[in-house]
């Protein structure tokens, strides 16, 4: 848990607050995304997570992405932004949260997939057709509006 998310729980307790947070979207050119599958859930994924104090959006995917994968990020391309009642949950340690979540694109991107770290239990690039069937359920519509075949921004 981060030092803000710590801090701001703290003060709240399990009750609702609003909750900041960036993904990304990293794509290759053999039209594939990079997934991670989740080790808090055993879902897969695109990584992504909490904005801190202090950072920008596009410092916040950049960090979550090379935590939970290894790689670094070039340009990023704005894909979207989601908010709203869909987006209210109570996470499994009780805290509830309402996310807002800007997502990117990225086809930008250096270094070597680390395989080990304490988010991901594996990753892996899926063709775009042909995605895992447990995706993470919060992050479905991403993945929707991905293959939808319309052009981005999407704002949900």
Same mark, same amino acid.
């Given at each position: 848990?981060?030092?803000?998310?710590?801090?701001? @729980?703290?003060?709240?307790?399990? #009750?609702?607050?609003?909750?900041?947070? %960036?993904?990304? +979207?990293?794509?290759? =050119?053999?039209?594939?995304?990079?997934?991670?599958?989740?080790?808090?859930?055993?879902?897969?994924? @695109?990584?992504?997570? !909490?904005?801190?104090?202090?950072?920008?959006?596009?410092?916040?995917?950049?960090?979550?992405?090379?935590?939970?994968?290894?790689?670094?990020?070039?340009?990023?391309? !704005? !894909?979207?932004?989601?908010?709203?009642? #869909?987006?209210?949950?109570?996470?499994?340690?009780?805290?509830? /949260? %309402?996310?807002? =979540?800007?997502? !990117?694109?990225?086809?930008?991107?250096?270094?070597?997939?680390?395989?080990?770290?304490?988010?991901?239990?594996?990753?892996?690039? *899926?063709? /775009?057709?042909?995605?895992?069937?447990?995706?993470?359920?919060?992050?479905?519509?991403?993945?929707?509006?991905? +293959?939808?075949?319309?052009?981005?921004? *999407?704002? =949900?």
């Amino acid at each position: 848990m981060s030092d803000y998310i710590h801090y701001l @729980r703290n003060l709240v307790g399990n #009750n609702k607050v609003i909750m900041v947070a %960036a993904g990304v +979207l990293i794509l290759e =050119k053999e039209n594939r995304v990079l997934l991670q599958l989740r080790s808090d859930n055993g879902k897969w994924g @695109r990584p992504g997570g !909490f904005m801190e104090m202090g950072e920008t959006i596009e410092e916040t995917a950049r960090r979550e992405v090379y935590e939970e994968t290894g790689l670094t990020l070039g340009k990023l391309d !704005f !894909f979207g932004i989601y908010s709203g009642p #869909n987006y209210e949950s109570t996470l499994a340690n009780g805290d509830q /949260v %309402a996310l807002v =979540k800007i997502i !990117f694109t990225c086809q930008d991107y250096h270094g070597t997939l680390d395989k080990e770290n304490e988010e991901s239990l594996k990753l892996e690039f *899926f063709s /775009v057709d042909d995605l895992p069937e447990n995706i993470y359920p919060p992050q479905k519509i991403e993945f929707i509006d991905l +293959l939808s075949g319309k052009q981005p921004p *999407f704002i =949900k």
